[in-house]
């Protein structure tokens, strides 16, 4: 039998900050300029990466076979917040999804939209909202909204 835990918490997250680079997120943010997703696959143990990793974390050995991958998936996991990164509260309570898409074994998030808090179930089916005008960066999907 799975266990819903809640945690009660804060957590200052206004100076996090991440750096992705390598030829396999390049080519991943080209194609989503198209609104297509491409990550990569292990060539040795068929893992599929997205976003596209440069080496196989079970193999530990580089990798550049592209792989598309779906922008439809599963909720693996999620959190809906009420207050700010500073606990300001939120007048709308704000959705935040791991998904993973289908095709991939990886997780990716994104926030949830167009679903109110009480529906969002492990398992639901989702799909990317991708911006009207792309540009080739993150901010090209802009939310995931129910399948
Ligand atoms: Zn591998």
């Known amino acids: 039998m799975e266990e819903t835990r809640q945690v009660q918490g804060t957590w200052d ?10 030829e ?3 080519n991943m943010l080209k194609e989503m300029k198209e609104a297509k997703l491409l990550g990569n696959r292990c060539h ?3 893992t599929v990466y997205l976003p596209a990793n440069f080496y196989c974390r079970k193999c530990h050995i580089a990798i ?6 779906s922008d439809h998936g599963e909720v693996m996991s999620y959190t809906v917040g ?14 935040s999804l791991m998904v993973k898409l289908d095709g991939s074994d990886t997780w990716i998030m994104g ?6 808090p009480e529906d969002v179930h492990i398992g639901m089916r989702v799909k990317i ?6 540009v080739g960066n993150l901010q090209d999907m802009e939310s995931f909204i129910p399948e």
């Open 24 to 26: 396999g997120i390049n």
């Open 111 to 116: 926030a949830g939209e167009e679903m109110k």
């Open 44 to 46: 040795q143990c068929g």
């Open 64 to 69: 550049h076979e592209p792989a598309e991958i």
């Open 82 to 95: 009420y207050a700010d990164v500073r606990g300001n509260p939120l007048d709308e309570p704000r959705v």
């Open 13 to 22: 997250l206004s100076t996090f900050k991440f750096r992705i680079e390598g």
């Open 129 to 134: 909202k991708w911006a009207e005008h792309r």
